[in-house]
């Protein structure tokens, strides 16, 4: 699993390295599937944007993650994230929007986070749509095992 992230991050920075070209506006990374042994993360997508502007932009997009049962009539889907970091075999997500839905619910974009390491996993969605109200949830995964916390209002 590992390796094959290590692969992106060095093509990621050969990009970055080398000299600009202008007629190349942007550049993107299909990963496909990360996945734990009780969940998985879909269509994973790296872009690079703006390589002509003096910064540039990355981005990560997931598609769909995947949790175990109880959980796994929730999706969490359209996971856009505007602020992470790579290293260490760790994918941190620092700031990013999602959508959550159920067999029996769905909630327009939410605040979002995860971080994924090899023993440990997490997440947090802030300002979900439930019912008239809202929900905050914090998911965490130590040795296989997945603990959420909700907060309703």
């Not at 760790?90 to 986070?113: H, I, N, V």
Request: charged share 25%; hydrophobic share 45%; glycine share 4%.
């Amino acid at each position: 699993m590992w390796p094959r992230f290590t692969a992106v991050i060095k093509i990621i920075i050969l990009v970055l390295i080398m000299p600009t070209a202008y007629a190349l506006d942007s550049i993107a990374l299909k990963v496909g599937t990360l996945a734990g042994d009780q969940w998985q993360l879909e269509h994973i997508t790296i872009a690079l944007t703006d390589l002509a502007q003096n910064q540039q932009k990355l981005a990560l997009t997931i598609s769909r993650l995947s949790l175990p049962k109880p959980f796994d009539d929730l999706s969490i889907v359209n996971i856009r994230c505007t602020s992470f970091t790579w290293k260490n075999q760790e994918l941190l997500c620092q700031q990013g929007r999602a959508d959550m839905r159920s067999k029996y619910w769905k909630s327009p974009g939410a605040t979002f986070a995860f971080q994924v390491a090899e023993k440990h996993s997490s997440f947090k969605l802030r300002n979900l749509q439930l019912a008239g109200g809202r929900v905050d949830i914090d998911g965490e995964e130590r040795d296989e095992r997945w603990q959420l916390q909700l907060d309703a209002r």
